[in-house]
């Protein structure tokens, strides 16, 4: 009897240990059971209309480009224009010394007054048999010599006036009063360029064209309609340029270096602010995709291969991972081509703490930008 004090005792302590082991069992098993289940951010993914642009760098060329360049030989005697002005169709440039030519056009003037003369009387003479017939065909054809003598003289006169071929910008000029220049001389004594409309030569791979094409081909994409041709400019500074332009052409061959095709759009230019030699980057609209997947970037990553990779909530709230196939990105935005579908949950935020298989719990993500919460029909948030 004397031990059931210490007995009492020992019993009352495992008793009090067992309590406070399975205190701290349930403490533990506490925040297992939270990790089991982490809250992730998602988004759900929608298709809609997409119009697929084509970003391509590519360099404004003039319109129309004349070198000036004389057409008979001489000293300049002025020069009528302002370096860097506008310069109308038929405006005369420069003045070539004129004295060699004016002096010539007379003494053609004078052969053929001589020339009609004698033709005149032989033609007289002719029908009273005073003069053969070879003679006066041969004073016939004396004037018309010398009436194409005084023709030929009259142009080369009027050449010593330098006229602008075209109507446009004139640059420098590379002669001065005084200097000779001779016809057919190969350096330009200056250059017209017309700049309004002005043209923008860019290239795109053949492989992207290709397609493209297949792809409309196929219905998978639509014709952008009216607008298919359309073209807008990205100009050097990032500024977007105010005029849309519209596409001319295409190359009919492939640069074997490059295995690029070159297009060529025509852009109004009214205040000039598109200058020859300006590199650019043109946007142009390549059709519709009636039903596209976009993904904001946040949800895309990378696996170790570089494949792009996403992970989805499903319907029994597991995670999944896909594979993705993306073409282009547009603004934050990937364009799907394979991998994703309407009504994916994405899961945007929390991609740190969630594996594939993982039971999660969902909430609205919280980490896009009020431009990636709402695309429009062009992919961009509103």
Same mark, same amino acid.
């Given at each position: 009897?004397?031990?059931?004090?210490? %007995?009492?005792?020992?019993?009352?302590?495992?008793?009090?240990?067992?309590?406070?082991? +399975?205190?701290?069992?349930?403490?533990?098993?506490?925040?297992?059971?939270? =990790?089991?289940?982490? =809250?992730? &951010?998602?988004?759900?993914?929608?298709?809609?209309?997409?119009?697929?642009?084509?970003?391509?760098?590519?360099?404004?060329?003039?319109?129309?480009?004349?070198?000036?360049?004389?057409?008979?030989?001489?000293?300049?005697?002025?020069?009528?224009?302002?370096?860097?002005?506008?310069?109308?169709?038929?405006?005369?440039?420069?003045? @070539?010394?004129?004295?060699?030519?004016?002096?010539?056009?007379?003494?053609?003037?004078? !052969?053929?007054?001589?020339?009609? #003369?004698?033709? /005149?009387?032989?033609?007289?003479?002719?029908?009273?048999?005073?003069?053969?017939?070879?003679?006066?065909?041969?004073?016939?054809?004396?004037?018309?010599?010398?009436?194409?003598? %005084?023709?030929?003289?009259?142009? $080369?006169?009027?050449?010593?006036?330098?006229?602008?071929?075209?109507?446009?910008?004139?640059?420098?000029?590379?002669?001065?009063? /005084?200097?000779?220049?001779?016809?057919?001389?190969?350096?330009?004594?200056?250059?017209?360029?017309?700049?309004?409309?002005?043209?923008?030569?860019?290239?795109?791979?053949?492989?992207?064209?290709?397609?493209?094409?297949?792809?409309? $081909?196929? &219905?998978?994409?639509?014709?952008?309609?009216?607008?298919?041709?359309?073209?807008? *400019?990205?100009?050097?500074?990032?500024?977007?340029?105010?005029?849309?332009?519209?596409?001319?052409?295409?190359?009919? #061959?492939?640069?074997?270096? !490059? +295995?690029?095709?070159?297009?060529?759009?025509?852009?109004?230019?009214?205040?000039?602010?598109?200058?020859?030699?300006?590199?650019?980057?043109?946007?142009?609209?390549? /059709?519709?995709?009636?039903?596209?997947?976009?993904?904001?970037? =946040?949800?895309?990553?990378?696996?170790?291969?570089?494949?792009?990779?996403? *992970?989805?909530?499903?319907?029994?709230?597991?995670?999944?991972?896909?594979?993705?196939?993306?073409?282009?990105?547009?603004?934050?935005?990937?364009?799907?081509?394979?991998?994703?579908?309407?009504?994916?949950?994405? @899961?945007?935020? &929390?991609?740190?703490? %969630?594996?594939?298989?993982?039971? %999660? !719990?969902?909430?609205?993500? &919280?980490?896009?930008?009020?431009?990636?919460?709402?695309?429009?029909?062009? +992919?961009?948030?509103?």
């Amino acid at each position: 009897m004397q031990f059931k004090p210490v %007995v009492t005792a020992l019993v009352s302590a495992v008793a009090l240990a067992t309590l406070l082991s +399975g205190c701290d069992k349930k403490e533990e098993a506490a925040p297992q059971q939270a =990790q089991q289940a982490p =809250q992730v &951010g998602v988004v759900t993914l929608k298709a809609q209309p997409y119009t697929l642009t084509s970003e391509l760098p590519g360099r404004t060329t003039a319109y129309r480009v004349a070198e000036v360049r004389p057409q008979v030989n001489g000293i300049i005697l002025k020069r009528l224009f302002k370096e860097g002005t506008e310069v109308k169709a038929g405006q005369q440039l420069y003045q @070539i010394d004129p004295s060699v030519y004016e002096a010539n056009l007379g003494s053609s003037q004078a !052969t053929l007054e001589s020339a009609k #003369s004698l033709a /005149g009387r032989y033609k007289q003479l002719i029908d009273e048999q005073a003069v053969s017939r070879q003679e006066y065909d041969n004073a016939r054809s004396q004037q018309l010599q010398a009436e194409a003598s %005084v023709k030929s003289a009259q142009i $080369d006169l009027r050449y010593t006036k330098v006229l602008a071929p075209i109507s446009g910008r004139i640059g420098r000029s590379d002669v001065t009063e /005084g200097a000779l220049v001779t016809n057919g001389q190969t350096n330009a004594m200056a250059t017209i360029q017309q700049l309004d409309p002005i043209y923008v030569d860019v290239t795109q791979s053949s492989a992207e064209m290709l397609r493209l094409r297949r792809d409309l $081909d196929s &219905g998978k994409l639509q014709k952008a309609g009216d607008n298919a041709a359309s073209v807008k *400019l990205t100009l050097e500074d990032g500024s977007e340029y105010a005029q849309a332009g519209k596409l001319e052409f295409s190359e009919v #061959s492939v640069d074997q270096a !490059t +295995g690029s095709v070159t297009l060529r759009a025509v852009f109004p230019n009214p205040e000039h602010v598109l200058l020859p030699g300006m590199f650019v980057h043109a946007k142009l609209q390549a /059709g519709v995709r009636s039903e596209a997947i976009l993904a904001p970037q =946040q949800g895309v990553t990378r696996d170790l291969k570089g494949t792009p990779t996403a *992970l989805i909530v499903n319907k029994d709230n597991k995670v999944e991972q896909r594979e993705l196939v993306t073409t282009r990105t547009d603004g934050a935005y990937w364009v799907i081509e394979k991998g994703l579908n309407a009504g994916d949950r994405l @899961i945007t935020e &929390g991609l740190q703490y %969630v594996k594939p298989g993982a039971d %999660v !719990t969902v909430k609205d993500a &919280g980490n896009l930008t009020p431009a990636q919460s709402a695309p429009d029909a062009n +992919g961009k948030g509103k």
